[in-house]
């Protein structure tokens, strides 16, 4: 069993930064590929970024530049730096991550918003 605890959301303006984080607990050793997907109202959700076992990397186009995902293994942690926030980056983030013996288990968070005035 294995449990993600999100933080880090909130509403600021165009340009700020936020870091968002994810503690994972329960059975970590049970987790394989980390990462962050957003859903914005009547949208669908889509992958923000991913972060692999041995922290290789992928982000969506809409991010590339300006968010940067990493992981802290001792502490069961994957963040998301996101840096010059847009209007457009407003939604619920989940953060992810998939069974390490079962890729199509996969554990979400609670969902964190995140809303950025213009």
């Known amino acids: 069993q294995v449990q993600l605890v999100e933080s880090g959301g909130g509403l600021v303006q165009a340009g700020a930064s936020l870091r968002l984080s994810c503690t994972a607990s329960?059975?970590?050793?049970?987790?394989?590929?980390m990462g962050w997907y957003r859903q914005a109202p009547g949208k669908q959700r889509e992958l923000v970024a991913h972060?692999?076992?041995?922290?290789?990397?992928n982000y969506a186009d809409s991010v590339k530049g300006r968010f940067t995902i990493s992981r802290d293994n001792p502490k069961n942690t994957v963040y998301l730096q996101m840096n010059s926030l847009k209007p457009e980056d407003t939604a619920v983030y989940y953060c992810?991550?998939?069974?390490?013996?079962?890729?199509?288990?996969?554990?979400w968070g609670q969902g964190t918003q995140v809303t950025v005035s213009s």
């Open positions: 972060i692999t076992s041995g922290n290789t990397t």
């Open positions: 992810m991550g998939t069974n390490k013996y079962n890729p199509f288990l996969v554990y």
């Open positions: 329960g059975n970590i050793f049970s987790i394989n590929t």
